[in-house]
């Protein structure tokens, strides 16, 4: 009788785990679908709606930063965060800027970055890389759409494949995570993989 009581205790258990989960990834897919931007940092959303759509195609990306964060010889460190949407897939998500000379890049931290941060910051940033497909997406179709400080950019993310601009990319955000984002001397790269990171500087389209 005990074992019968048990067995149904059981029964239940797993169902209601089951229900739960398949209620959540379906809330989640919904909040994705009819979201304005991502849903969090670490779930991405759909297209960007708000927001004044700025026409002119030759932005000034120091003066846009500087008036909602901060900026140190070019890097800059936005207070609110800054939302990157695909056309293609129409999906949005969290990401980091830089400028460098002027022009503004993205970049996609595929370890670089995040293999050198210890705990519970490692640990996220490593699940939201496992899970991390836009720079391949970003590859295939490059037209973008950045919000910035409640305003709309449209853009068209071309890879940075030069290898004398790569090294000096890598250097800059270095120099930015060790004054805005590493609580700790920042180590050095790690020699294993995942160990890479891509930039996408944002060209007007």
């Known amino acids: 009788m005990m074992a019968k009581s048990t067995s149904r205790w059981l029964n239940y258990t797993v169902r209601g785990v089951g229900i739960l989960i398949l209620a959540i990834t379906f809330s ?16 991405p959303g759909a297209e960007l709606r708000a927001g004044t ?15 909602g964060g901060t ?5 800059c460190a936005p207070m609110k965060p ?21 022009e503004l890049y993205v970049p996609c931290d595929l370890g670089f970055m995040w293999g050198r941060f ?47 601009l790569l090294v000096a990319l890598r250097a800059q955000l270095e120099d930015m995570a060790r004054q805005w984002v590493a609580p700790n001397p920042l180590a050095p790269p790690p020699h294993e993989g995942p160990n890479d990171i891509w930039f996408f500087r944002i060209d007007p389209r």
């Not at 989640?28 to 779930?43: C, E, H, N, Q």
């Open 28 to 43: 989640v897919l919904v909040a994705k679908r009819v979201s304005d931007g991502p849903v969090t940092a670490m779930i």
């Open 118 to 164: 210890e705990g519970g910051q490692r640990w996220i940033l490593h699940l939201i890389y496992v899970f991390k497909r836009w720079h391949q997406d970003a590859v295939r179709d490059g037209r973008v759409v950045l919000r910035i400080d409640g305003k709309r950019y449209e853009g068209l993310a071309v890879r940075v494949t030069d290898s004398e």
């Open 71 to 75: 900026c140190v010889n070019g890097a």
């Open 53 to 67: 759509l700025v026409a002119d195609a030759d932005v000034d990306w120091l003066t846009v930063l500087q008036g």
């Open 82 to 102: 800054v939302e990157l949407q695909l056309v293609e897939p129409p999906t949005s998500r969290y990401v980091g800027i830089m400028v460098h000379e002027g």
